[in-house]
């Protein structure tokens, strides 16, 4: 609908030259952290934001902002209709959306281009375009993604950059000072995890530094949550008026998260009309009241409602709540989040007499990012399967638990998490005296594998301890979880976010809400790893019932289907390659190295000492002060002459009280000037310092930077906040292969070795053939035997007459597994020909590995940078190729050179530099100290010099590492 013309705007504004959202989008994209349909809504956003000035959709719909531009010339409609479409702007604007031709070829609605078409003059345009969007007076849009797609993480970043352009335009009504965050009540166990999640969201993903800490220093996070209030209710003694009234009376980056039903909608009646009235019969009534007041009263309010399809019971109120508010001028946009667009019911609007036209989609909807394209892209890729004729609820279990055991039984996933299955059972003596005994009975499960999580009742109360284990599932290592599998009643459908789970069994009808089957078969898609190399899988079984209602909320609520899920795990159109695990044949050791790990304590804050710092500022102003020169040089002589000084002039006239109100409000007034007042004397010398007295006026001397003193002013009258860490250097032992991840790969033209290569190798681990000349003979007796019993023996000939590649001579050299992939880099793949062919190499005991495949090697190094605050995560490091050296007993790597090929581009990738920097120098200095001799050293080499020069680098670099 709406938002594929809107993507379509989007796109084309994003091309012009002077878009002002290019650079911000530019600079998310070099950063690489958020996914593409993170990215995709953030341009749409800023699109809305800065191009239609966050003015509502029925406003921009009306005026053509996202028409088409059909050349009415070419419409199939009469003269007098085109005249009336082209002095009509609504009339034009919904003719257009209405005629579009969709992928079918049919207009997107046709019963209104017809009414258009037949008498244009007979529609009210206003009011059938205020309906389409429910008749908002304010920006209202819909963001729809999927579960695991990242929605808080865009909601933080949505914050972000509101405030980032805020800052920059401070008067801006477009732009939001302050964030409401609401979440059903339903899924109110979701809030802490949800506010985490957005506390720790990194600003520099988004937006650079220092913006991204300024702005991260000034949030300010509070849930409004306590229901709780004392006999009156004053603010002081009503804990969330407490928390919303404290901000007054300038407030500004305030994030407060909040349920929508328990809270904002909380002691509201409507009348038989529709009307919204508050109560005030008692003390819970006035508390609800004033709370609503006072987040009515917060200045540019952008309200963010999570799972927005949760709130439609409430819709209604939760509009007129906002509606009021609005009125007030208080809100600045409404963002819901969603992950269908879809209706549950199609709606129907009027248009003239009977005539209606038909919407199945939330008409609001700006941006969606379907769920199959999810699965394609980044998360786990599902395994359906239906246990047909199984009408019995343990029979759908035992096969589900085999197949899960079969498939993910010792699974672990790289954060040490280990793969989790979700049986969810309809009630709890369901739970308690079926499922849980059959588990760990007849099929065997340790119980303490078992997690059971229910509420409780009188015969089963909550087990001891299993919410706090509930919360806990998904800790990495060290803290990893040891529970395999969660049996749950009426809890985990929405809101849990366990990226370990990996496998849901619904045996019966009922084990969760019908409306919420989609959302619980999917709770199990969520990406672990993050690595693009790497497919995750998942297992969903579900019994008929569940079956048939899951594909037909797909259908409606997704346009797909189960097939079209499953299909997702199948290869895309190439012929899939086999890949074998060479491991137990060369006895290839484990790696011991050692890691930086890095603790982020609480940030800790120590209260300002201002007059201390004005002072010192007023010391240190010559820092803040740039004296413009002219060097007069003698051309003739080529030689400097004298050096003139530019004295200072007075520039434009000076207030001290004009600027203490200009630094007031360069820090949206955080800062009163009543409290600035307080250091008035210590502002004052400042002040005079940085101004020249003329005649009757003072003028501020523009040898001064003003704008950098007034933000040390500032800052002197902030708290200083440190954030504490701690480091310490770990032992680690890394496989270099997790056989476990080896799936087969689709074919293409950069495996190695190729098909036949892979196979002979194969072959000969099966079935060594030496070559030395002691039994050259016995290789010829053995082929004129196999000949005489006519059996095939081109095997045995090659190997006699030496006609193996290279590879395949050079196998006990490499090739831990079998074939190497790099479709992504042409130059790794002839380095390793290369080196594999160098005389050099093959007369050395060293071997060669590839371990750039992300996700199959256990050899990552965790990277930081130090700065003036600590060490700052930088990423993790993975090298391309590890040349080891093994220990006299060849049971222990004792050298490791890590060789790192890139392309010229990557020269100037800060974020990879900042990884190189630290494995050249802290990582190699740590580890070499740490074992007492030179264990590892890294050689980083570019495809811009030729693989000739790469292979002297590479020579003689292995001739003074390896030499001892």
């Given at each position: 609908m709406l938002n594929d013309l809107i993507a379509n705007k989007t796109r084309a504004w994003l091309a012009t030259p002077g878009c002002p959202a290019r650079g911000v989008m530019a600079y998310i994209r070099k950063k690489g952290r958020m996914r593409e349909p993170q990215i995709e809504a953030i341009a749409i956003f800023l699109y809305l934001k800065l191009e239609g000035r966050n003015?509502?959709?029925?406003?921009?719909?009306?005026?053509?902002?996202?028409?088409?531009?059909?050349?009415?010339?070419?419409?199939?409609?009469?003269?007098?209709?085109?005249?009336?479409?082209?002095?009509?702007?609504?009339?034009?604007?919904?003719?257009?959306?209405?005629?579009?031709?969709?992928?079918?070829?049919k207009p997107r609605l046709p019963s209104l281009k017809a009414q258009i078409m037949d008498n244009p003059e007979a529609l009210d345009y206003e009011r059938i375009i205020r309906d389409m969007f429910y008749r908002v007076e304010y920006a209202d849009y819909l963001m729809s993604l999927p579960m695991g797609a990242g929605k808080t993480f865009l909601m933080a970043a949505f914050i972000y950059l509101e405030l980032y352009f805020a800052q920059n335009e401070t008067e801006n009504p477009v732009f939001a000072h302050n964030f409401l965050v609401l979440i059903p009540s339903g899924l109110k166990s979701s809030i802490a995890p949800s506010l985490k999640t957005m506390e720790s969201f990194d600003p520099e993903w988004v937006i650079p530094n220092p913006a991204a800490d300024q702005i991260k220093g000034q949030l300010s996070f509070d849930i409004l949550d306590q229901q709780k209030s004392a006999k009156s209710s004053n603010q002081i003694r009503n804990p969330n008026v407490l928390k919303v009234s404290r901000c007054f009376p300038d407030p500004f980056a305030h994030i407060f998260v909040v349920n929508a039903e328990k809270v904002i909608l909380d002691r509201l009646e409507t009348t038989a009309q529709g009307q919204l009235i508050e109560k005030s019969e008692d003390e819970r009534d006035r508390a609800a009241n004033e709370l609503r007041h006072w987040i009515g009263k917060l200045p540019r309010l952008s309200i963010l409602i999570d799972e927005v399809h949760h709130a439609a019971t409430n819709e209604i109120k939760l509009r007129q709540v906002v509606n009021r508010w609005q009125r007030n001028g208080s809100v600045t946009t409404v963002l819901g989040f969603s992950g269908t667009p879809y209706l549950s019911k199609i709606d129907k609007l009027p248009i003239k007499d009977s005539a209606t036209i038909r919407f199945p989609q939330i008409t609001n909807t700006v941006y969606y990012y379907p769920l199959i394209a999810a699965i394609n892209g980044f998360l786990k890729k599902p395994q359906v399967k239906i246990a047909k004729g199984m009408s019995n609820r343990l029979e759908v279990i035992r096969h589900g638990v085999a197949d899960f055991r079969e498939r993910f039984g010792d699974k672990r996933y790289g954060n040490g998490s280990i793969a989790k299955l979700a049986i969810y059972c309809s009630n709890i003596a369901a739970l308690e005296k079926q499922v849980y005994p059959f588990l760990i009975g007849e099929l065997g499960v340790p119980d303490g594998e078992v997690l059971r999580f229910h509420r409780g009742n009188k015969e089963h109360p909550q087990p001891a301890g299993t919410e706090l284990e509930f919360l806990s599932l998904d800790h990495p290592a060290p803290h990893a979880s040891g529970k395999r599998y969660i049996l749950l009643v009426q809890v985990g459908k929405e809101g849990w976010d366990c990226r370990s789970l990996t496998g849901i069994i619904l045996s019966q009808q009922g084990d969760c809400p019908r409306n919420t089957v989609l959302q619980t078969s999917c709770r199990c898609l969520r990406q672990v790893d993050q690595d693009p190399t790497e497919t995750e899988e998942a297992l969903i079984w579900l019994n008929e019932a569940n079956a048939k209602t899951l594909n037909s909320q797909l259908k409606q609520q997704q346009h797909t289907t189960i097939e079209e899920l499953n299909r997702a795990r199948g290869s895309e159109g190439g012929e899939e390659v086999p890949r074998h695990s060479r491991m137990k044949q060369l006895a290839l050791p484990a790696l011991d190295f050692y890691q930086l790990k890095v603790k982020y304590r609480t940030a800790v804050e120590t209260a300002p000492d201002t007059e201390r710092d004005l002072r010192t500022l007023c010391d240190d102003l010559e820092h803040y002060r740039d004296v413009p020169s002219v060097i007069i040089t003698d051309f003739d002589k080529m030689e400097q002459g004298d050096i003139s000084i530019h004295e200072a002039s007075g520039g434009e006239p000076a207030s001290f009280r004009h600027w203490l109100h200009d630094i007031s409000k360069g820090g949206f007034h955080f800062i009163s000037v009543g409290h600035l007042l307080e250091h008035e004397e210590s502002l004052q010398k400042i002040f005079e310092k940085i101004t020249l007295p003329q005649y009757e006026l003072v003028r501020w001397n523009e040898h001064y930077d003003r704008d950098a003193i007034a933000g040390r002013i500032r800052l002197a009258f902030h708290p200083r906040r440190k954030l504490r860490t701690s480091s310490e250097v770990i032992p680690e032992t890394a496989q270099l292969l997790f056989v476990d991840r080896l799936r087969p790969i689709e074919d293409n033209p950069r495996l190695y070795p190729n098909r036949e290569d892979s196979e002979g190798i194969l072959r000969l681990d099966e079935n060594p053939i030496s070559l030395t000349e002691e039994n050259r003979e016995k290789i010829q007796q053995a082929i004129e035997q196999l000949k005489a019993l006519n059996m095939p023996t081109t095997e045995l000939e090659r190997s006699l007459n030496q006609e193996h590649s290279t590879a395949v001579r050079q196998r006990d050299k490499t090739f831990h597994y079998l074939p190497y992939n790099f479709i992504q880099s042409g130059f790794e793949l002839e380095f390793?020909?290369?080196?594999?062919?160098?005389?050099?190499?093959?007369?050395?005991?060293?071997?060669?590995?590839?371990?750039?495949?992300?996700?199959?090697?256990?050899?990552?190094?965790?990277?930081?940078?130090?700065?003036?605050?600590?060490?700052?995560?930088?990423?993790?490091?993975?090298?391309?190729?590890?040349?080891?050296?093994?220990?006299?007993?060849?049971?222990a790597i004792r050298k490791a050179l890590m060789v790192e090929t890139k392309g010229e581009g990557y020269a100037h990738d800060p974020a990879f530099q900042d990884r190189r920097n630290f494995v050249e120098n802290e990582f190699l200095r740590e580890n070499n100290a740490q074992f007492g001799y030179e264990k590892f050293d890294f050689l980083y080499l570019e495809d811009s010099a030729t693989m000739d020069r790469n292979l002297v680098k590479l020579k003689d670099r292995m001739q003074t590492f390896f030499m001892d």
């Open positions: 003015r509502p959709l029925p406003e921009l719909f009306s005026e053509g902002f996202f028409a088409d531009e059909i050349d009415l010339a070419r419409e199939n409609i009469n003269q007098a209709t085109r005249n009336y479409l082209r002095n009509n702007t609504p009339a034009r604007a919904l003719y257009e959306f209405a005629a579009c031709k969709q992928l079918d070829g390793i020909e290369k080196v594999l062919a160098l005389e050099n190499f093959q007369r050395s005991p060293l071997e060669i590995y590839y371990n750039g495949e992300r996700g199959l090697t256990g050899f990552v190094i965790d990277c930081f940078r130090q700065t003036q605050h600590g060490w700052r995560n930088v990423g993790r490091y993975t090298t391309d190729f590890l040349i080891i050296q093994r220990d006299a007993e060849r049971s």
